[in-house]
């Protein structure tokens, strides 16, 4: 059997299961079929299937030296090639026929756990393991050793002397429920969301680039850097922006866009490390700019037990902010540097061309949200509509083989995405089961200082450590089970604690030594790592102080329903980043001194603490400091000081 065989041989098999799937989701979103223990048995069998057909199919497209298609690069040829092979057909006959096991014995699983009979108990073992292995071809070591050693701490946890970390002696089989035999728990835990809220947006999602939003978004930048001084960021802030914010994904995010991005602001005077800088923080704003979040708001309404809907719209105002400081610094930067504008050609046909079909089909989708309808329904007509108003799209129309292409590609993400889903349930699981994060909150507050700002940076320390590495709802749910109860406790509301913690998750992708987002940008700009990490600090410096304001100004998190309290909250956080970013990069309206832009620096740390409640007279301090450093460069603009001084 030749490769291109064996290809073809996992392609059609992982098409046939990722349409039957679709249709058998399509079903239940317009609630045909019943949401049980079934029905999601049926869900983790179909994506179990499709990652392990997946499994094979790229390594056939390694030795065949097929382009990954999300990097457009060729696959590396990595070591142990037969090995992996032969790992990914025994992971896929595993999963194959362990979930087929708990499928049809569903209803028995559910009612007489957790007395479970030996035959069960096998399969549980193959379940557990098969996801496993399968996590770790998809997901990496570093996620398949947390999932394991939190299953290992549930079988073990009572070995251990220290009072914090203790727990109960379990039996075997009350633990297999608890991990997922029982249907109802476990891999089960965020299996549901992964079924019912995101599977048809994220094919949506992919349907929407296989249109041509992702030129078009990039058109609209141009559009913008036309008119701004450094403007070919304006495709990176703006195109990566809304991309992000449909995709969801930093590092897949500054892949796709960053391989246009980057090389344009390297042409029109960007430094490399600053150019991959600007496209890692842009594509990270989309896992805090609804609607998708990462995928974490749909997991953080489940944990408040709130609609979708309501937990994306609190999330409205503090995104639009984190861009509009990655705005401010690019700009700060800019007119230091002297870059000028964007003169690339525009293709305004291309924008008015596909503008309605990402317009109404968006639409579309929010207000079925709006609507409280199911973000399974509102992702599906979305799709819908997408499909049919591409075909008036003239010569911008797709082709039905990029069409094919996308929804290829759809299912390839929803696929990847549902197992991370699958595979992390065992981690909250056993964080609660074992009551680990209640123990952890009362540690923090028992040994940590009374004060809650000092709280609250400690939370924001033990935030991006935990965060390092993981795939965004990863970090955040095990950030989100250690730290929340820590933070109610110490009076933070539970929407604003639970996104505190999320934001610095989502943070952790941009703060070294691992910074995913930022190494894969470096790659592209072809610049230093640690280079690249510095210039993406700065620029995140002006959205840092965004979760502590939202806690002290809980405003800020209510939209839709806005009064006018929000005014002097944003008015603070928009002179706080602008005092960040003129510290940080050293003009205003001329290029400042060392001096200068240490003053502005502390008058940007003034307004951070009168930001938090820690005195009114820092926030006039801010205010003095910053106005005197802005007269003074007006006066001395035609004057200012040497380029050795600045």
């Given at each position: 059997?030749?490769?291109?065989?064996?290809?073809?041989?996992s392609?059609?098999?992982?098409?046939?299961?990722?349409?039957?799937?679709?249709?058998?989701?399509?079903?239940?979103?317009?609630?045909?079929?019943?949401?049980?223990?079934?029905?999601?048995?049926?869900?983790?069998?179909?994506i179990?299937?499709?990652?392990?057909?997946?499994?094979?199919?790229?390594?056939?497209?390694?030795?065949?030296?097929?382009?990954?298609?999300?990097?457009?690069?060729?696959?590396?040829?990595?070591?142990?090639?037969?090995?992996?092979?032969?790992?990914?057909?025994?992971?896929?006959?595993?999963?194959?026929?362990?979930?087929?096991?708990?499928?049809?014995n569903?209803?028995?699983?559910?009612?007489t756990?957790?007395?479970?009979?030996?035959?069960?108990?096998?399969?549980?073992?193959?379940?557990?393991?098969?996801?496993?292995?399968?996590?770790?071809?998809h997901?990496?070591?570093?996620?398949?050793?947390?999932?394991?050693?939190?299953?290992?701490?549930?079988?073990?946890?009572?070995?251990i002397?220290?009072?914090?970390?203790?727990?109960?002696?379990?039996s075997?089989?009350?633990?297999?429920n608890y991990?997922?035999?029982?249907?109802?728990?476990?891999?089960?835990?965020?299996?549901?969301?992964?079924?019912?809220?995101i599977?048809?947006?994220?094919?949506?999602?992919?349907?929407?680039?296989?249109?041509?939003?992702?030129?078009?978004?990039?058109?609209?930048?141009?559009?913008?850097?036309?008119?701004?001084?450094?403007?070919?960021?304006?495709?990176?802030?703006?195109?990566?922006?809304?991309?992000?914010?449909i995709?969801?994904?930093?590092?897949?995010?500054?892949?796709?866009?960053?391989?246009?991005?980057?090389?344009?602001?390297?042409?029109?005077?960007?430094?490399?490390?600053?150019?991959?800088?600007?496209?890692?923080t842009?594509?990270?704003?989309?896992?805090?700019?609804?609607?998708?979040?990462?995928?974490a708001?749909?997991?953080i309404?489940?944990?408040?037990?709130?609609?979708?809907?309501?937990?994306a719209?609190?999330?409205?105002?503090?995104?639009?902010l984190?861009?509009?400081?990655?705005?401010?610094?690019?700009?700060?930067?800019?007119?230091?540097?002297?870059?000028?504008?964007?003169?690339?050609?525009?293709?305004?046909?291309?924008?008015?061309?596909?503008?309605?079909?990402?317009?109404?089909?968006?639409?579309?989708?929010?207000?079925?949200?709006?609507?409280?309808?199911?973000?399974?329904?509102?992702?599906?007509?979305?799709?819908?509509?997408?499909l049919?108003?591409?075909?008036?799209?003239g010569?911008?129309?797709?082709?039905?083989?990029?069409?094919?292409?996308?929804?290829?590609?759809g299912?390839?993400?929803?696929?990847?995405?549902?197992?991370?889903?699958?595979?992390?349930?065992?981690?909250?699981?056993v964080?609660?089961?074992?009551n680990?994060s209640?123990?952890?909150?009362?540690?923090?507050?028992?040994?940590?200082?009374?004060?809650?700002?000092?709280?609250?940076?400690?939370?924001?320390?033990?935030?991006?450590?935990?965060?390092?590495?993981?795939?965004?709802?990863?970090?955040?749910?095990?950030?989100?089970?250690?730290?929340?109860?820590?933070?109610?406790?110490i009076?933070?509301?539970?929407l604003?604690?639970?996104?505190?913690?999320?934001?610095?998750?989502?943070?952790?992708?941009?703060?070294?030594?691992?910074?995913?987002?930022?190494?894969?940008?470096?790659?592209?700009?072809?610049s230093?790592?640690?280079?690249?990490?510095?210039?993406?600090?700065?620029?995140?410096?002006?959205?840092?102080?965004?979760p502590?304001?939202?806690?002290?100004?809980?405003?800020l998190?209510?939209?839709?329903?806005?009064?006018?309290?929000?005014?002097?909250?944003?008015?603070?956080?928009?002179?706080i980043?602008?005092?960040?970013?003129?510290?940080?990069?050293?003009?205003?309206?001329?290029?400042?001194?060392?001096?200068?832009?240490?003053?502005?620096?502390?008058?940007?740390?003034c307004?951070?603490?009168?930001?938090?409640?820690?005195?009114?007279?820092?926030?006039?301090?801010?205010?003095?400091?910053?106005?005197?450093?802005?007269?003074?460069?007006?006066?001395?603009r035609?004057?200012g000081?040497?380029?050795?001084?600045?």
């Open positions: 059997m030749t490769w291109k065989t064996l290809r073809r041989a392609d059609i098999p992982f098409l046939i299961v990722g349409t039957s799937l679709t249709a058998y989701i399509g079903f239940a979103a317009f609630g045909f079929i019943r949401n049980s223990s079934e029905h999601y048995s049926n869900f983790i069998l179909g179990v299937l499709m990652t392990g057909f997946l499994a094979i199919r790229n390594l056939c497209d390694e030795r065949l030296g097929i382009p990954d298609p999300e990097t457009g690069r060729q696959r590396p040829r990595k070591p142990l090639f037969w090995p992996r092979l032969v790992f990914a057909f025994v992971a896929l006959a595993m999963s194959s026929v362990a979930m087929t096991y708990v499928r049809y569903a209803v028995h699983l559910e009612t756990q957790p007395f479970f009979g030996r035959t069960d108990m096998i399969f549980g073992w193959l379940m557990t393991i098969s996801i496993l292995m399968l996590t770790l071809i997901w990496g070591w570093l996620l398949t050793s947390v999932v394991s050693i939190a299953i290992a701490y549930f079988f073990f946890g009572h070995m002397q220290n009072p914090l970390f203790i727990t109960p002696k379990y075997a089989e009350f633990i297999m991990i997922g035999l029982g249907t109802n728990q476990g891999f089960y835990y965020l299996a549901q969301v992964a079924a019912d809220s599977y048809f947006l994220i094919i949506y999602a992919a349907i929407l680039l296989g249109v041509g939003m992702l030129d078009m978004v990039l058109e609209l930048g141009k559009a913008t850097g036309r008119k701004v001084p450094g403007g070919a960021a304006g495709p990176a802030l703006i195109g990566s922006g809304i991309v992000s914010s995709m969801g994904q930093a590092v897949s995010n500054v892949v796709l866009t960053g391989r246009l991005t980057v090389p344009m602001m390297v042409r029109y005077g960007y430094r490399r490390p600053m150019a991959g800088a600007i496209e890692a842009a594509s990270t704003a989309g896992q805090i700019m609804p609607p998708i979040l990462g995928l708001a749909f997991i309404a489940g944990f408040l037990n709130r609609p979708y809907i309501d937990v719209l609190s999330a409205m105002l503090p995104g639009l984190y861009l509009v400081g990655v705005g401010i610094a690019i700009f700060v930067y800019a007119k230091r540097n002297e870059l000028p504008r964007l003169t690339a050609k525009l293709d305004a046909g291309m924008i008015w061309r596909l503008l309605p079909t990402f317009v109404l089909s968006f639409g579309v989708v929010l207000w079925l949200l709006l609507g409280y309808r199911s973000p399974a329904i509102a992702g599906l007509w979305g799709i819908v509509v997408a049919g108003l591409c075909v008036f799209q010569k911008y129309r797709p082709s039905l083989r990029k069409l094919y292409g996308a929804v290829s590609e299912f390839l993400l929803v696929a990847i995405l549902s197992l991370l889903l699958i595979a992390i349930g065992p981690l909250g699981q964080m609660l089961t074992t680990l209640g123990r952890l909150g009362s540690v923090l507050v028992e040994y940590l200082p009374d004060n809650q700002l000092l709280l609250l940076l400690g939370a924001m320390v033990v935030s991006l450590i935990l965060g390092m590495g993981l795939p965004t709802p990863v970090a955040y749910i095990i950030v989100a089970l250690a730290l929340v109860p820590f933070m109610q406790q009076g933070v509301p539970a604003q604690a639970h996104f505190f913690v999320f934001y610095f998750a989502v943070f952790s992708t941009l703060s070294p030594p691992v910074a995913v987002s930022v190494l894969a940008a470096a790659k592209l700009a072809n230093s790592f640690l280079q690249t990490a510095g210039e993406s600090l700065k620029i995140a410096m002006t959205t840092f102080i965004i502590f304001a939202f806690v002290y100004s809980p405003e998190m209510a939209f839709p329903n806005l009064t006018w309290h929000v005014v002097p909250a944003l008015f603070q956080v928009l002179l980043q602008w005092s960040v970013s003129v510290a940080a990069y050293g003009h205003v309206f001329r290029n400042l001194a060392r001096w200068e832009r240490g003053a502005m620096g502390i008058a940007a740390l307004g951070f603490l009168g930001m938090t409640d820690q005195g009114d007279w820092f926030l006039a301090s801010q205010l003095v400091l910053a106005t005197a450093i802005v007269v003074i460069a007006f006066a001395t035609e004057s000081p040497s380029e050795l001084q600045s």
